[in-house]
């Protein structure tokens, strides 16, 4: 699904000799690293705080920690989602509401979202599925006339813009209140392990993120609040500083790859290419189409006979998990159906033409075979 040997060898050098001096200097815990990532990523991002830590998971935990969310406060989430984004709602004892998502873009979908607030609604977490940011005009219309909080889940979309009616652009993860990120290996942005990051223009909110991520601590040994221990490796972000500047020509990659995609499979009875409104700049984290009238399993099963490999994000919508038996959810059948339907295919910053012929040659011609 991904090459990142190939992406390494392109800067290799580079990652090699940012990674030996964290190792010469044994700064492997907040190094100067750690810092200049995190301005080097502000001004990428044109955010006034980034704040790093662990994981992508802990990002959404910080920021709802830090926004001050409590047990019985309810979070609007969709369904179809990683699991990070819900699990997190749950650990920390808040009612998850689960929310719809557009058929054409897997986003949320705003329409579904006004019934569901109540006056113990307290957040929202938007997430930008596959690459592609959800329909954030709507959705911080809503929140500002029902004071709500926005959270970005732009685990799967840094790189990423969304472009308003107004004209203004922003990018994935500045739009809302927070936005958390993850730096997993075959994420867009990647480091060599775990990292993940916070963004936000209120100062105040990321004093809060910061001491929630640090024992509480804004001072040594001065604990003021409940935090956790979530911090960013030095070696970590030495890679990601290094990786940080191609981030743009990594997206470009990846819609190029999508481009190709869409055009082999435009027009296809049983392929539903993925939907993306004029004014978002989707980075393709994946590349998810729906089908139908053909088994999906047995597609699967060919394609990996041909040495091509799929996938299948998700199969199961988070309200179907066993760890939300008993939350009460409206209605989720397009969230339903999807699991169902969609199949992702190999898209990375690595992929050649011949390489994707092969796998587009080979798709088409399994697809009409199982008619
Ligand atoms: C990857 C991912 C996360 C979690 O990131 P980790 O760094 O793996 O903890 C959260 N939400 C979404 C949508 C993701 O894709």
């Known amino acids: 699904m991904v090459d990142l040997k190939s992406q390494y060898q392109k800067i290799k050098s580079e990652v090699d000799a940012a990674m030996q001096e964290v190792i010469d200097t044994t700064a492997f815990i907040n190094g100067p690293q750690v810092g200049l990532f995190a301005k080097e990523l502000e001004s990428y991002l044109d955010v006034k705080h980034v704040i790093p830590c662990a994981n992508g998971t802990d990002s959404l935990q910080i920021a709802m920690m830090a926004l001050g969310l409590?047990?019985?406060?309810?979070?609007?989430?969709?369904?179809?989602?990683?699991?990070?984004?819900v699990e997190v709602v749950a650990l920390l004892k808040l009612n998850i509401v689960f929310c719809e998502v557009n058929p054409d873009t897997f986003c949320m979908d705003a329409n579904a979202i006004e019934k569901l607030?109540?006056?113990?609604?307290?957040?929202?977490?938007?997430?930008?599925?596959?690459?592609?940011?959800?329909?954030?005009?709507?959705?911080?219309?809503?929140?500002?006339?029902?004071?709500?909080?926005?959270?970005?889940?732009?685990?799967?979309?840094?790189?990423?813009?969304?472009?308003?009616?107004?004209?203004?652009?922003?990018?994935?993860?500045?739009?809302?209140?927070?936005?958390?990120?993850?730096?997993?290996?075959?994420?867009?942005?990647?480091?060599?392990?775990?990292?993940?990051?916070?963004?936000?223009?209120?100062?105040?909110?990321?004093?809060?993120?910061?001491?929630?991520?640090?024992?509480?601590?804004?001072?040594?040994?001065?604990?003021?609040?409940?935090?956790?221990?979530?911090?960013?490796?030095?070696?970590?972000?030495?890679?990601?500083?290094?990786?940080?500047?191609?981030?743009?020509?990594?997206?470009?990659?990846?819609?190029?790859?999508?481009?190709?995609?869409?055009?082999?499979?435009?027009?296809?009875?049983?392929?539903?290419?993925?939907?993306?409104?004029?004014?978002?700049?989707?980075?393709?984290?994946?590349?998810?189409?729906?089908?139908?009238?053909?088994?999906?399993?047995?597609?699967?099963?060919?394609?990996k006979e041909k040495g091509i490999p799929s996938m299948i994000y998700y199969p199961i919508p988070a309200h179907k998990q066993k760890i939300f038996e008993g939350v009460k959810s409206f209605d989720l059948d397009t969230t339903e159906s999807l699991t169902t339907q969609v199949i992702s295919l190999p898209i990375h910053t690595e992929m050649t033409d011949e390489q994707q012929k092969y796998i587009v040659e080979n798709f088409i011609n399994i697809v009409n075979s199982l008619k």
Request: net charge neutral.
């Open 70 to 85: 409590e047990p019985g406060d309810e979070v609007i989430t969709p369904s179809f989602t990683y699991i990070a984004t």
């Open 117 to 303: 607030i109540t006056p113990k609604t307290k957040a929202i977490v938007a997430v930008h599925l596959y690459g592609q940011t959800a329909d954030m005009e709507s959705i911080m219309a809503i929140a500002n006339k029902h004071n709500l909080y926005v959270i970005e889940d732009n685990a799967q979309a840094i790189g990423g813009y969304y472009t308003f009616k107004d004209g203004t652009r922003k990018a994935n993860g500045t739009i809302g209140h927070v936005g958390s990120t993850s730096f997993f290996p075959s994420k867009n942005l990647g480091c060599y392990g775990d990292g993940g990051a916070l963004c936000t223009n209120d100062s105040v909110l990321a004093e809060k993120m910061k001491m929630v991520a640090n024992h509480g601590q804004r001072q040594k040994y001065i604990h003021e609040i409940v935090g956790c221990n979530s911090r960013l490796d030095t070696l970590q972000a030495a890679v990601l500083r290094v990786k940080l500047p191609h981030l743009d020509e990594y997206c470009a990659a990846r819609r190029k790859a999508a481009d190709y995609y869409n055009q082999a499979f435009a027009n296809h009875p049983n392929i539903k290419t993925p939907y993306c409104p004029d004014n978002i700049y989707h980075v393709y984290h994946q590349y998810t189409l729906t089908l139908n009238g053909v088994d999906r399993d047995q597609v699967q099963n060919l394609l």
